[in-house]
């Protein structure tokens, strides 16, 4: 459990968090769906392509989770554009 203190070490996955960091840096305070799924989605990608086996082999199931999270953002986010699109009343 402990050898995993190289997961401290970001280096290994750059450029995952700075889109996200920059966004909350440049006063943008409404941030696209689409980033927080690409976000959640590379998060996934980079356990399960992690070079750590320990990883590889518990990634699976979290990196499953975090797609389901993804997905269900996507179809909440289209309900709610098309609920606003679309007046009905
Ligand atoms: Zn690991």
Redo the contacts with the bound molecule.
Sequence with gaps: MS??S??ADASGQPGVMLPLVHELLSDTLMIPATAVTGLLRAIATSWTA?P????QKSAPPYAAFLAGVADHLDLECIAAAEQFASPTD
């Design positions: 050898d995993h190289h997961h992690s750590c086996p320990a990883c």
